[in-house]
């Protein structure tokens, strides 16, 4: 392990453009359906069908002067935002204070996410390359969007989440995972399917968020965020009852 | 923010300046003159490789590090560290001098905190690291084929401009001798070698001379020798 990413430090071999593993994508992704908790199956669709996409997000983070600086600096989000003394510090109505509230009553953490995403990823997540820091702040920004999104953690939250995030990183696995969930939910008693797709155009409307200063956002106020951020309404998620927008194998009697 | 100038027009005004002061920041306007205000592509390729990507995200300023004189110190004669540490203590320059006069040319913010600044600046700071690599002095010509071998690896066209300009200025004084073909050679050199903005420079100062120049594909520079000992009877009498 340690003799393999001392060569990889050093090399100056090419590495070889990302190819689409769609039959990887679509085992993963059965399991997923099956058990929306399973994070690692979200990563490894993520892998398999990222292509160049998380490249273009940084470089499309360089286009501006913000973005660049941001570049620049590379924070390291999972670090910050582990750092419990400093979301407590997030004055109420705040993106930070919503999302300090929100990591605690779930009881989820970004390390938990990033140690999620280390699994079965061959040492790629951590490596020291601007590509590999805009993966890891794709996925570290991955629970403040559910706050700035309204987006909630039952199963057609997640599902309209990863539709909202495809719009905005372009990757394909996000797209993989918001229709396979639409098709998963087509019978059901609900519009879920017109849920997931309100999800994509409200990503579009958006702006870059992954070119936000997040140290900046999580102090300004949810709702001014929002506006600022054009993010819209949730209308046709709110729309469905909360008991009625989780799904397990159990509960929905949908064909596996 | 001022729009700098561009355009071939520019590039003959600033190498007027350059040639009437001999001030270095008039290189840099003939670079900006003449370059593209696109991204620069050398910062797309150093990310294609682990290494590259790897400098990138460590985005150490060279220029702080060169002239860490302790730092300097610290190479073993033959490396390539050693040859610069003497190559700036016998011309009497630093890294931080060329920064100052990219500095004076700049328009912009020059500490600026984008990746692209950072890889702008990052080249200016190994320029004085290829002079030892490719053994062309900090004489006119040395400079011009310097720039030569730089624009092999770089495309800006800034460099090849002024490298024309030094084998023209060289051959109306000694029209017996071949201006043209060691910046040619030279051109030739950059060609041929590796890829140098993507060499780890830290590690490369570790690293003996000649086998560095091995490595990377560096080739003698013969032609330029050859003219060099041409006017060494001149500079004998002079001295």
């Given at each position: 392990m340690t003799t393999a990413v001392v060569d990889v430090r050093y090399s100056t071999q090419p590495m070889p453009k990302p190819a689409l593993q769609w039959r990887a994508a679509f085992r993963a992704l059965k399991r997923l359906l099956n058990d929306k908790e399973a994070t690692d199956q979200v990563f490894e669709i993520m892998r398999a069908l990222n292509g160049t996409s998380t490249r273009d997000c940084y470089l499309k983070l360089l286009t501006t002067p913000q973005g660049g600086?941001?570049?620049?600096?590379?924070?390291?989000?999972?670090?910050?935002?582990?750092?419990?003394?400093?979301?407590?510090?997030?004055?109420?109505?705040?993106?930070?204070?919503?999302y300090r509230d929100f990591i605690r009553t779930e009881q989820l953490s970004a390390e938990g996410l990033a140690e999620i995403s280390r699994e079965g990823a061959q040492g790629g997540v951590d490596l020291q390359h601007p590509y590999a820091w805009m993966g890891r702040r794709t996925r570290d920004v991955h629970d403040i969007w559910h706050i700035l999104s309204g987006y909630h953690r039952d199963g057609l939250g997640e599902a309209c989440l990863v539709a909202f995030s495809y719009a905005q990183t372009g990757g394909l696995g996000w797209a993989l995972i918001g229709v396979g969930a639409a098709i998963r939910t087509r019978k059901g008693d609900q519009p879920y399917a017109k849920a997931i797709w309100q999800g994509y155009k409200r990503g579009k409307a958006a702006a870059f968020l992954l070119g936000e200063d997040y140290e900046r956002l999580l102090n300004e106020s949810l709702e001014a965020a929002r506006e600022r951020l054009n993010i819209t309404p949730a209308t046709r998620y709110i729309a469905i009852p909360a008991e009625a927008r989780d799904w397990s194998p159990e509960q929905m009697p949908m064909a596996a | 923010m001022e729009e700098p100038k561009r355009g071939l027009g520019e590039a003959i005004r600033a190498l007027g300046r350059l040639r009437a002061t001999g001030d270095t920041k008039h290189v840099f306007e003939i670079t900006r003159a003449l370059g593209s205000n696109k991204p620069p592509s050398g910062y797309a390729r150093l990310l294609t490789t682990p290494q590259g990507g790897r400098l990138a995200y460590e985005r150490v300023e060279l220029c702080q590090r060169f002239g860490d004189d302790a730092w300097l110190a610290s190479f073993a004669p033959g490396t390539v560290g050693a040859a610069y540490r003497d190559f700036i203590t016998r011309n009497n320059i630093s890294a931080a001098g060329l920064a100052e006069a990219s500095e004076r040319a700049a328009v912009g913010q020059p500490q600026y905190k984008h990746p692209h600044a950072w890889y702008g600046r990052r080249s200016r700071d190994i320029h004085d690291v290829w002079h030892v690599l490719t053994g062309y002095g900090t004489d006119g010509l040395g400079e011009g084929c310097v720039v030569a071998f730089s624009y092999a690896q770089t495309g800006s066209l800034g460099l090849a401009f002024i490298a024309l300009h030094v084998a023209r200025i060289g051959k109306k004084t000694r029209p017996d001798l071949p201006f043209f073909a060691a910046v040619w050679r030279a051109y030739l050199a950059g060609r041929r070698a590796s890829w140098l903005p993507g060499e780890d420079y830290e590690r490369l100062f570790a690293e003996p001379l000649e086998a560095a120049r091995q490595r990377l594909g560096i080739s003698p520079p013969d032609t330029y020798r050859q003219i060099l000992r041409a006017f060494a009877p001149q500079m004998a009498a002079a001295a």
């Open positions: 600086r941001i570049a620049y600096e590379r924070p390291e989000l999972e670090e910050k935002l582990m750092d419990d003394a400093w979301l407590d510090a997030f004055a109420p109505g705040t993106v930070g204070a919503a | -």
